[in-house]
Nanobody, 123 residues
Framework: DVQLVESGGGSVQAGGSLRLSCAASGGIYSRYCMGWFRQGPGKEREGVAVISFGGGSTIYTDSVKGRFTISEDSAKNTVYLQMNNLKPEDTAMYYC?????????????????WGQGTQVTVS
């Protein structure tokens, strides 16, 4: 099994920055694709950004392009989400997710491993 542990959430003012971290362990072949999803109050969980682990190919949802950057440190088995110029609409619980080879996109239904989430609040 894959274990995912997020950290780095918090409360910031609009225009500020945060960096989320997702430490992964176990099931290396189930971590071909890793990503960040978010669920705001009263909203469905949506894909924010994904990265193919080791390859570096990335995909972003339109609303965060130019503001968020997903990256990986394969030596630390960690994926990061650098979030700049945060807006109130970015307020959500942010979840790290992973899946094996065959797909690396923003569809949450295609991911089988999830972390517990970390809260981001922008005021």
């Amino acid at each position: 099994d894959v274990q995912l542990v997020e950290s780095g959430g918090g409360s910031v003012q609009a225009g500020g920055s945060l960096r989320l971290s997702c430490a992964a362990s176990g099931g290396i072949y189930s971590r071909y694709c890793m990503g960040w999803f978010r669920q705001g109050p009263g909203k469905e969980r949506e894909g924010v950004a994904v990265i193919s682990f080791g390859g570096g190919s990335t995909i972003y949802t339109d609303s965060v392009k130019g503001r968020f950057t997903i990256s990986e440190d394969s030596a630390k088995n960690t994926v990061y989400l650098q979030m700049n110029n945060l807006k109130p609409e970015d307020t959500a619980m942010y979840y790290c997710a992973a899946r094996g080879f065959g797909y690396c996109g923003l569809s949450r239904e295609r991911f089988g491993y999830w972390g517990q989430g970390t809260q981001v609040t922008v005021s």
